[in-house]
Every structure is written in C-alpha cells, then in structure tokens.
C-alpha cells in the first residue's frame, strides 16, 4: 500500500512562492518511487477539512517563515495527531524568534552578534537612535524583522540609510538590529542529533540576501569542503549541533554563521531549511555521499507527533 504524503506549501509568508519551489522539487523526486502517493496542499483556508479528506500517512512541512516555521502550523498538526517533518511546535517557535533564539545561544556561550530591539511605537528621534546604536552596537548594523525568514527584509545599514530602511519596516512594529559581523559566510546542516556537513558561500551581492539564496543569475559561489582547519570545522559543526539541541530542534536544520577573525558568530538555526536545486541542505548531504531522494525519505521515516 502507497504511503501517502502530503505535501504542505505556500502559505502566508513572503516566501510562498520559494516555499511551492521546495515543495514541487520534492515532489518530482518522490513521484519516481512508486511507494509513495503525493499531494501538494497550500494550508489556506479550508487547510484542516482537506487534511482529514486525504488521510496522509505523513505530513511533509516545506512552508517557510511565519505560520509554517513558527509553531503554528505544527500546533494544529498536533492537535490532529498526525505525523510530521522537522521540527515541532516549541522549537520552531523559539528558532524563528530572532531575538529569543539569540538570548538562548548568548546564555549558552554561543557567540551571536550584539544586538538591540526596536520599537516603532516608542517614537525614538534619529539623534537618539544613533545615540542608542553607536553606544551599544557601532556601525555599520543589520536591520531584520525578528520572525522572518530567507534573508527577507533585510538590509545592512549605515548612519545614512539606516532610518529610510527601518521606515520600510514599519509595518512589523518591532524589528532587531544588530551589529554587522564582516567575514566568511559558512552554513552547517543538522540532520537528527548528527552534523551532516558545512558550506561556505560567496556572495557577488552585498551579503547572501533573498536574491542571492534563490536566483541563479546571482551567480553565488558554494564552496564544499571549507576550506577552514579540522579544529575549526569541528568547532562550527559542534556549535550547530549544540544550537540544534538547545532550540530542541528534530529532523533537519541549517544554521547561519559569520566566521571573522577565528571566531564563528551564529546568527540563526533555520527549522524548515529548503529544498530547491539551489539550496544548501541537498548540496551538503549530496558531498556526504546522501542523494536527494535519500535525504527526502530520511526526513519522512523521521516524522513523528509530539516534537
């Protein structure tokens, strides 16, 4: 008997149309094993009458950033008692939180960017903000909503644009704002309790921004192996782990770091990782000899309730 997997994309967020690529990748995968009967649902709407009208046997997760990533969808899949992919409700609710997260690993001696929380409802002048700034943190900064994902909204500031950016978030009421770590971009997936692997990136753009995660006219480079020591790949790989386990995070993730000046600043673990052709995950597992369709199927015989 065909096992059935639905396939949950798109959403609310930003990013449903990165999230329909991830889902149809792992669809087209799936379909070459007759195992396997697969359904794409986008959990709009009527999301729990068509849950029960399809009966899945397990419920794959590829929506991205809020609704998806952030416990709320996981709720409901609990509360129906069905299995499914990645991490759980509390989890994914402490990961997404930018600055919660970030309080976790600075409590754990996990080195992360310095940072502060904005508020657009205290009505702060210009002069105080870079007061505030240039006292606790130093130009130039990172502005980023504290619950989003996929490098959305993102935007690395000077004292001469940094209040037009913050305008355009406006619309999130509170937003983080970070000391801006120069350095190499390295990534490292997470798979179960084990490291899988890093990644290193280069960018042409000015950091590795939404463009540059997901169109391949970007052009950015990826580089497997690091080329960095074997302490200091165990070190990154190690703190990832430690991250994984600390969110209390299942299945996969991928955590973001900066590694400038032989010190690794973390500065997300990312719950609902992607799975297009240009994602990091895939490329990683593929390097440690794990194809796509064995990752795929790792991460359904993974799923579970009570995550």
């Known amino acids: 008997m065909k096992k059935r997997i639905l396939i949950i994309a798109g959403g609310y967020s930003k990013e449903r149309e990165v999230s329909f690529n991830t889902a149809k990748s792992v669809q087209k995968e799936l379909k070459k094993n007759k195992k396997y009967?697969?359904?794409?649902?986008?959990?709009?709407?009527?999301?729990?009458?068509?849950?029960?009208?399809?009966?899945?046997?397990?419920?794959?997760?590829?929506?991205?950033?809020?609704?998806?990533?952030?416990?709320?969808?996981?709720?409901?899949?609990?509360?129906?008692?069905?299995?499914?992919?990645?991490?759980?409700?509390?989890?994914?609710?402490?990961?997404?939180?930018?600055?919660?997260?970030?309080?976790?690993?600075?409590?754990?001696?996990?080195?992360?960017?310095?940072?502060?929380?904005?508020?657009?409802?205290?009505?702060?002048?210009?002069?105080?903000?870079?007061?505030?700034?240039?006292?606790?943190?130093?130009?130039?900064?990172?502005?980023?909503?504290?619950?989003?994902?996929?490098?959305?909204?993102v935007f690395i500031c000077s004292k001469f644009n940094l209040v037009k950016n913050i305008k355009k978030l406006k619309s999130y009421k509170e937003i983080l704002i970070e000391k801006y770590i120069p350095g190499r971009e390295i990534q490292v997936a997470i798979l179960g309790q084990k490291k899988l692997g890093a990644i290193e990136l280069k960018p042409k753009r000015k950091f590795y921004d939404y463009e540059a995660k997901y169109n391949p006219s970007a052009k950015t480079k990826h580089i497997i192996p690091v080329n960095i020591s074997k302490k200091n790949y165990k070190k990154v790989t190690s703190i990832a782990l430690k991250a994984h386990k600390l969110l209390k995070c299942k299945g996969v993730t991928r955590s973001d770091f900066r590694f400038y000046k032989n010190k690794f600043y973390l500065l997300e673990?990312?719950?609902q990782p992607g799975m297009t052709s240009l994602s990091l995950v895939p490329e990683i597992a593929r390097y440690r000899g794990m194809n796509f369709m064995e990752l795929i199927e790792w991460i359904i015989n993974d799923a579970s309730i009570n995550r």
């Not at 001696?109 to 205290?122: A, E, G, L, Q, V």
């Not at 505030?132 to 490098?151: H, M, R, T, Y």
């Open 37 to 153: 009967f697969t359904k794409i649902c986008d959990p709009k709407g009527s999301f729990i009458k068509d849950l029960k009208k399809f009966k899945p046997n397990v419920v794959f997760n590829l929506l991205h950033g809020r609704y998806g990533e952030d416990g709320y969808i996981q709720t409901i899949l609990e509360s129906e008692k069905i299995k499914y992919t990645h991490s759980g409700a509390l989890a994914s609710f402490l990961a997404i939180d930018k600055e919660l997260s970030k309080k976790i690993f600075a409590k754990n001696n996990i080195d992360t960017p310095r940072h502060i929380k904005f508020i657009f409802k205290k009505k702060l002048k210009e002069n105080q903000i870079f007061s505030i700034i240039k006292k606790k943190l130093g130009f130039p900064v990172v502005i980023k909503p504290i619950n989003e994902g996929s490098s959305v909204n």
């Open 269 to 271: 673990t990312n719950t």
